[in-house]
């Protein structure tokens, strides 16, 4: 409720008020994005060990709804996703927001996909990666943290499926799209 309520819809009201034709959906809506429930997790305790938990209302998306997509970009609107999905039993599920996106740009055969995040890009050893290819960023994975790893897993399938280049950049600088799409700010990995 609170992803598709409130949250969906602060953010469709702040893209109206610069101007930009907004649409708030949610995977539900139209059968947007839909999802096989998953049976079991695999989690790290505290302790870095291993560990199989119920998957409880979590999904893994297997089908995206692109004509709807392509329908409302084709009239100007700017659709806004919630990663809510809907399960083969109708029920909602919940899917990382990182993951979704790659695979709705996957699914649109977008060129780019653009993830936000509240640090520079992808830091390693402290210092901000400016440019990797997938093989280096699939090498660097052990020694990436939560949340950022989780990113850099969502651009391998996103660039595994046909996007040309993925970018990891800090939402809270000034115009973080454009000048991540001038590669002047974050990490840009390709596939090659
Ligand atoms: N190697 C790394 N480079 C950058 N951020 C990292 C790294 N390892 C872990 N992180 C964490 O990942 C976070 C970014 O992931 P993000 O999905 O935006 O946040 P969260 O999932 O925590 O809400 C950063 O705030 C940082 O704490
Ligand atoms: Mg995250």
Redo the contacts with the bound molecule.
């Keep these: 409720m609170v992803m598709a309520g409130k949250i969906n819809k602060q953010i469709v009201a702040a893209l109206q008020s610069q101007g930009i034709a907004t649409i708030g959906l949610s995977g539900l809506d139209a059968a947007l994005l839909k999802a096989e429930r998953k049976k079991r997790l695999i989690i790290v305790d505290e302790r870095g060990r291993k560990k199989v938990i119920d998957g409880g209302y979590t999904g893994k998306i297997n089908e995206v709804n692109v004509n709807l997509l392509n329908f409302l970009i084709e009239k100007g609107y700017v659709p806004v996703v919630t990663p809510i999905v809907l399960s083969q039993e109708f029920e909602p599920l919940n899917v ?3 993951r979704t996106a790659a695979v709705i740009a996957a699914a649109l055969k977008a060129d780019r996909l653009i993830l936000l ?1 509240d640090v520079e890009g992808l830091l390693l050893k402290g210092k901000l990666v400016p440019k990797m290819t997938a093989a280096e960023a699939e090498d660097a994975l052990s020694s990436i943290g939560k ?1 950022m790893s ?2 850099v897993h969502a651009a391998l399938e996103a660039l595994k499926q046909g996007v040309k280049e993925v970018l990891i950049t800090s939402g809270t600088r000034p115009q973080p799209i454009s000048s991540a799409l001038k590669h002047e700010a974050g990490t840009v990995i390709t596939s090659e």
Aim: aromatic letters at 0%; hydrophobic letters at 0%; glycine letters at 28%.
């Design positions: 990382d927001g990182d995040t949340g989780t990113k």
